[in-house]
């Protein structure tokens, strides 16, 4: 590791909180990651394969990747999902800069890219052309359609959370909403590492490598297979999740004698039980036609009403602490500002320290991976790279020497770093 890693592992290790696993003992120490990508679905892709300990070289272009800059709510995606990685700037469009990639590729075990239909074979490192140079490599395109009659159409996060239904669910009828956070890029992003992962296993069988593909449209059926089950269970369409029938009597959000607001949600007959002897609802244990969920359910119009006068003569603080007291599953409504501050985040090291690029002295502290590794939790090894930061040491470890390296930068097929 380097001092810098070293630095920022020791910075997380005491300020996150939680043993974080170190860099010697990651999964994926051992593999090596070139990756072509920008926005959300192949950053995250990659981000998670880089927490997991593989050697992330990011391929920016020349400038420095889009995303750096961007506003509006697109303004944290640059912080949340390329740490762990290092950067090299390329302009793919020069002869140079092609070659340089292609050596790239050559040393790597995976390579990832994300650009629109068609454009990765236009810059010449298309998979039939980079399977030649490295017939061991794992190739994933992360795109907006698996194969199909869509297969060359744009597609954007929400484009596929509407067309695939999953913005109709989550709005309300005739309103389509979509989801409150990029869910169908980071959800490509990671079946690209499960198809990734599978793909590595299979090579220590075969010794070759393979060309796999995730894509957003797909990842939005899987989320709302679901509802088509439902549909072929019942004969009925599921209605938006905003005007449902709920599966169960009690899954609702209440408002509490401070104007707060939490979610309670009974699910089986042991939290009904529960439930009721914490709050003396004696009769409704007592009550033959309320025995069953399904009961309880068409009980609703009773049971509702009950629930929510009692929530209205207790503060937030005291609900939770009768709720968690009877085991039952409940929440507080969150905002994701509110989690800097999350108890149990802090406490269990679920948050990592990062340094921002703002042009000034900030940092942040953004989610780890959710995983435990043996019961530790995996750590930050690197901050932010800055754009083409790593390209010396890059094209060093690729066999290239400092005359060759200078004559590249001089030339403008690979950014000088800052």
């Not at 750096?68 to 800069?97: C, H, P, Q, T, V």
């Amino acid at each position: 590791m380097t001092a810098d890693g070293q630095k920022a592992a020791q910075h997380s290790a005491r300020h996150s909180g939680g043993d974080k696993l170190p860099a010697e003992e990651l999964p994926l120490r051992d593999i090596k990651v070139v990756e072509f990508v920008h926005t959300v679905m192949g950053p995250s892709c990659g981000v998670v394969l880089a927490d997991l300990g593989a050697e992330v070289i990011k391929i920016e272009p020349v400038g420095g990747d889009v995303t750096r800059r961007l506003a509006g709510s697109g303004a944290g995606y640059w912080a949340m999902f390329n740490r762990n990685k290092r950067s090299i700037a390329l302009d793919l469009k020069s002869e140079e800069g092609r070659a340089v990639a292609l050596d790239l590729i050559r040393g790597a075990d995976v390579m990832t890219e994300n650009f629109g239909p068609g454009t990765i074979d236009r810059l010449g490192l298309g998979w039939e052309t980079v399977r030649e140079v490295n017939p061991r490599l794992i190739f994933c395109a992360l795109k907006g359609f698996l194969g199909g009659p869509y297969e060359n159409r744009m597609a954007l996060d929400e484009v596929c959370q509407i067309m695939g239904g999953l913005a109709y669910m989550t709005g309300l009828p005739g309103k389509p909403m979509r989801a409150g956070a990029s869910v169908i890029d980071v959800m490509g992003g990671v079946f690209g590492v499960v198809g990734i992962l599978s793909a590595l296993h299979e090579r220590e069988k075969t010794g070759r490598g393979r060309h796999i593909k995730s894509a957003l449209f797909e990842s939005t059926l899987f989320l709302v297979g679901q509802h088509m089950a439902f549909k072929s269970v019942t004969g009925k369409a599921m209605p938006p999740m905003s005007v449902r029938l709920s599966a169960w009597c009690v899954y609702d959000i209440f408002v509490t004698q401070d104007g707060q607001q939490c979610f309670l949600g009974l699910v089986t007959d042991n939290n009904w039980k529960r439930f009721c002897g914490e709050f003396g609802y004696d009769d409704w244990l007592a009550d033959p036609g309320l025995k069953t969920n399904a009961e309880r359910v068409h009980a609703r119009e009773r049971i509702i009403p009950r629930i929510t006068a009692m929530m209205k003569e207790h503060t937030l603080d005291q609900i939770v602490v009768r709720l968690e007291r009877a085991q039952l599953p409940f929440a507080p409504i969150g905002r994701p500002e509110d989690m800097f501050d999350d108890p149990h985040l802090n406490q269990g090291g679920g948050l990592l320290d990062l340094a921002l690029e703002t042009g000034e002295e900030k940092s942040t502290r953004l989610p780890v991976l959710p995983l435990e590794w043996g019961g530790r939790k995996l750590g930050l090894r690197r901050g932010l790279p800055g754009t083409s930061q790593h390209a010396r040491d890059v094209l060093k470890e690729a066999g290239y020497d400092d005359a060759r390296i200078d004559a590249l930068f001089s030339g403008g097929a690979v950014q000088k770093p800052d």
